[in-house]
């Protein structure tokens, strides 16, 4: 039969059935093409209750679930009273949230960043980063933020991960149905759909533009897999981190320069550019032509204004982690711009080297987002340090300790991943107004008041939908590995639900330790094997396709689950995504982190866990070295013990033996004669109360508007005012200081004679420096003295600086004199020196004009 269709396929012709719902369910399609559902847990609820089973089938999709309605269902629900009562109840939640007005007063943010982590079925993430951003997105939305962001619409995405029988990692790639997801072409005033060109070594590469509605706020998606580009070129918006050197370029290309394009086709001029992460750093370029062409700015003008209006945060604690290109494969690429900057080839380059001369180094994309913005952020305090350490190299002149990158904690979005069941018992607990002031600590201390049994009854609740669910995805997967059916019975079996479960799922990157555990497998074994106190590890994660070392981690997990003493006692699950990390942090008991020190910028899932009564036991690294509390999780120290990888791990999986065995198990089973834990409920409460209101995305919201948009956005104001006027003096003001610069000479500088002498202290350091101008004012120079305390031969830990008070000038000198007494407060061997730096009310910090000399 199949034969005879295939030889007369020119016979048969192609439909499409084009879904239709009836009227009076027409609110469903238009509450799954908005992904405000996918944080209201009575929308949620409502499409589960179509059809259970489907929803799971087709990856929790609401548009891809009513595309399997058939009219027999659709009038099965029309005449459900019930369904209908709760779909007008959604709906109308739904009208009421997306019709409040927004205040654009304050002018648009534009978002820029690789990937989003919205939702399962939409596969525009990878992992922490793109999470990360789809939980700001929904804040902003339920704030009502005047922001915009940009993005790329992946049509296969991240790849799907799948375990082999013998644990190898196996990546499968699957295209998303467009007709399926909730996005909608943006089309101009004539109806037609807005395409972008970029110029990609040579050939003009075209993306069409989408939109993806989340709740009140909007995501545009650039897509190239269209009929105007060849093969290769389509293929640029396929996957995610895919592809060579020179693809990830075209990508960030594309994101960059292409998201301006879009955002200008689009008629928006946003007041302020959020860069998250490195990858867009090339918007910059373009904004900066945009501002030589539409507004007839200089060069040096322009890049002005494009630095006063750009924010980059940057996620990445170690070098190699950020994207860098040779001079050689950049100019295909940007060469063009020279001609739109009126600027050299070698001063463009320049833009994103921290050694402009030196023609062998790789352009970094982070470099050139820091020379165009100017303010940057890292992603917890601990990463704040580690990145201006990182890019101390852009200032040598200064102490790492005075660098102007400061930081924002990430957060995570509090109505996606608390448990339906948390956020009812919150709700009534903590009463109205609790979902709108998220940071208030007056509200999350009620949960002390809650009585012990209550507390612990949820967490078994959630903790038995994990491992119900673990049962079910493991004879699914054990069963299409072709794993012997008595081994599934076996491994299943001893899954119980009175164990104490431990879990630890993120990127397996080698640096996260994830066989960390697995260092004395002996000790292990007795651990998860006592009848009376038994303990589940509960592993999941992905590797990156190129990480072979990611992958042999899960190799040697996978096997060791086969291991007899460990069958059912540590278990894999593969494919890791938003709704199985859902599962994992409401229904575990503890979430465990042991990453190498400092390479956690942040981390977020053991927020989310947190969130839903779920202790920490982690390194202090990242978020934890603000979060942990005593009595509300466990930490390892924050600092190394021993330089060597190998000594370093011993211990620290000895300490965590040591924790488990002495305190977390024997807290968990402590049971008085009702089965209750009150030491074990002690420890959630104070999770809860003490930790939550911190790591909530509304706070990290409150954070960037007061630490850097109000900032950048009061600054900009004035420097656009009465058509640049400001702009215009401060360029000509650091220009005229620039020129005059190498000119200053020190006419004299009198300090103590440390030399020969010591100084008692309480006594003043008195100092006085006197400098030649030339064609510059007292005003227009600071001079500081600055004490040191070296700790090694290449390191100084900075005390303290003191700035020197300017004397007046006698009218008409070029001379200035400059003089301090200061009393020093500490008693010790220190080192001290003293510079000069400029000074000008509008400079925003003072790496924001980079002139720096030492006296």
Not at 838 to 846: D, I, N, S, V
Request: hydrophobic share 40%.
């Amino acid at each position: 039969m199949l034969g005879n269709l295939t030889e007369n396929g020119g016979k048969l012709k192609r439909i499409f059935i084009e879904p239709k719902l009836p009227e009076g369910l027409a609110p469903l399609h238009e509450l799954a093409t908005n992904l405000w559902w996918s944080w209201n847990h009575e929308a949620i609820e409502l499409f589960q209750s179509i059809d259970p089973e489907l929803f799971v089938t087709v990856n929790y999709n609401p548009l891809a679930l009513l595309d399997e309605l058939g009219m027999e269902k659709a009038q099965a629900l029309l005449d459900d009273s019930a369904f209908i009562r709760k779909l007008n109840s959604v709906y109308s939640a739904f009208k009421k949230y997306i019709d409040v007005p927004k205040d654009d007063s304050q002018g648009q943010i534009a978002y820029f960043c690789m990937e989003y982590g919205l939702h399962q079925s939409l596969r525009l993430y990878s992992g922490g980063l793109g999470v990360l951003a789809g939980d700001y997105l929904k804040e902003i939305s339920d704030r009502n933020v005047h922001l915009v962001a940009v993005g790329l619409l992946y049509r296969y995405g991240y790849f799907q991960q799948s375990i082999s029988l013998h644990g190898e990692q196996i990546h499968q790639l699957e295209a998303a149905k467009f007709t399926q997801l909730p996005v909608m072409p943006v089309r101009d005033a004539h109806g037609t759909w807005i395409k972008v060109s970029v110029n990609l070594s040579g050939r003009t590469v075209w993306a069409k533009v989408w939109e993806l509605r989340v709740g009140r706020m909007t995501l545009y998606l650039l897509d190239t897999d269209i009929d105007d580009n060849n093969w290769e070129d389509r293929s640029l918006t396929h996957q995610l981190y895919g592809g060579d050197n020179e693809h990830r370029l075209r990508q960030e290309v594309l994101l960059g320069i292409g998201g301006v394009r879009a955002l200008k086709a689009m008629k928006m001029e946003p007041a302020l550019y959020h860069l998250n992460e490195g990858h867009a750093a090339f918007l910059g370029l373009e904004r900066l032509a945009n501002y030589l062409r539409d507004k007839h700015l200089p060069f040096d003008q322009a890049l002005e204004i494009v630095r006063a209006t750009q924010l980059f945060t940057t996620h990445t604690p170690v070098p190699a982690g950020h994207d860098s290109f040779p001079e050689s494969l950049l100019r295909d690429y940007l060469y063009e711009f020279t001609h739109s900057l009126g600027i050299s080839w070698e001063q463009l380059v320049a833009l994103g080297r921290a050694h402009p001369e030196d023609s062998n180094e790789l352009f970094s994309m982070s470099h050139l987002a820091i020379r165009t913005s100017l303010e940057v952020n890292g992603v917890s305090r601990l990463h704040g340090e580690v990145s201006q350490k990182m890019f101390n190299d852009l200032y040598p002149e200064y102490n790492f300790a005075e660098s102007h990158v400061g930081y924002v904690t990430n957060g995570v979005h509090f109505p996606t991943w608390v448990a339906a069941e948390w956020l009812e018992l919150y709700q009534e607990i903590f009463g109205k107004g609790f979902l709108n002031d998220q940071t208030n600590r007056k509200f999350w201390s009620k949960i002390q008041d809650v009585p012990a049994r209550r507390i612990m009854d949820l967490r078994q609740l959630l903790k038995k939908r994990l491992l119900d669910w673990v049962r079910l995805q493991l004879q699914t997967d054990l069963t299409r590995r072709g794993e012997n059916p008595r081994t599934i019975f076996e491994i299943i079996k001893a899954i119980r639900e009175d164990a104490l479960v431990i879990g630890f799922a993120r990127r397996f990157a080698t640096y996260k330790r994830a066989t960390l555990l697995f260092s004395n497998e002996k000790r292990l074994a007795e651990i998860v094997n006592n009848t009376d106190r038994p303990v589940i590890f509960l592993f999941a994660g992905k590797a990156h396709p190129a990480d072979k070392g990611g992958q042999e981690y899960i190799r040697f997990i996978y096997n060791t689950t086969t291991n007899p003493d460990f069958k059912g006692k540590v278990i894999f699950l593969e494919n890791y995504g938003m709704e199985m990390a859902k599962l994992l942090t409401q229904g575990v008991d503890i979430w465990l982190n042991n990453p190498t020190r400092p390479k956690e910028a942040s981390g977020t899932s053991g927020m989310k866990a947190v969130m839903n009564g779920v202790m920490n036991f982690s390194v202090l690294d990242g978020w934890w070295c603000e979060g942990y509390k005593p009595g509300a999780g466990w930490a390892l120290p924050e600092e190394e013990t021993y330089p060597d990888a190998a000594l370093q791990n011993e211990l620290d999986a000895e300490t965590i033996y040591n924790i488990l065995e002495s305190d977390i198990i024997p807290g968990f089973y402590e049971r008085d004669a009702d089965g209750i834990s009150e030491r074990w409920v002690s420890h959630i409460k104070n999770t809860i109360a003490d930790i939550a209101p911190d790591f909530v995305m509304t706070r990290m919201l409150n954070d960037y508007q007061e630490r850097f948009y109000t900032k950048l956005r009061t600054r900009s104001q004035q420097l656009k005012k009465n058509n640049f006027k400001a702009l215009q003096d401060l360029v000509a003001w650091k220009n005229n200081v620039r020129t005059a610069w190498d000119h200053i000479e020190v006419t004299d500088l009198q300090a103590p004679d440390t030399f020969n002498h010591a100084l008692p202290l309480g006594e003043q350091f008195e100092a006085s420096v006197s400098l030649n101008l030339h064609a510059l004012k007292a005003a227009d120079i600071g001079v500081e003295v600055v004490f040191f305390r070296r700790i090694s031969e290449t390191q100084m830990e900075l005390i303290s600086r003191h700035e020197l008070e300017a004397q007046p000038q006698n009218g008409g000198s070029t001379r200035a004199t400059y003089q301090c007494a200061i009393t020093l407060q500490t008693a010790g061997v220190f080192e001290f020196g003293f510079r000069m730096f400029p000074k000008h009310p509008m400079l925003a910090h003072r790496q924001d004009f980079n002139l720096v000399k030492w006296l």
